[in-house]
């Protein structure tokens, strides 16, 4: 049985597993922005990026709000927070085996 943890967390490691996912996520760090802004710097369709979005969005790594007939996204770290712990987790185990 596969409890909720470990199902967020392969939402969020298979959201980071592609190259514009994390573009995007980078962009989103330096504040919110909106769909047609993130999607500018990227040679793809507008509704390839917001299938990326979506990707996201289920992930939890991201908010869509609907600003009159703007969509503007926002960062969510918690996801983020929540894989960086179950890093650290192994980190130790991991150091230990890659200095043997």
Known sequence: MVNYQTEAL???????????????????????????????????????????LRVLERAGLLVQEKDGRVRRCRLEAQP?????????????FWEDKLDS
Do not use: C, H
């Open 10 to 52: 392969n939402f969020t490691f298979s959201a980071l597993a592609d190259p514009t996912r994390r573009a995007i996520l980078e962009r989103l760090s330096s504040g919110d922005s909106s769909v047609m802004a993130l999607a500018e710097p990227f040679d793809v369709s507008l509704p390839a990026i917001s299938k990326q």
């Open 80 to 92: 983020m927070k929540e894989a960086v712990d179950w890093i650290a987790q192994y980190r130790r």
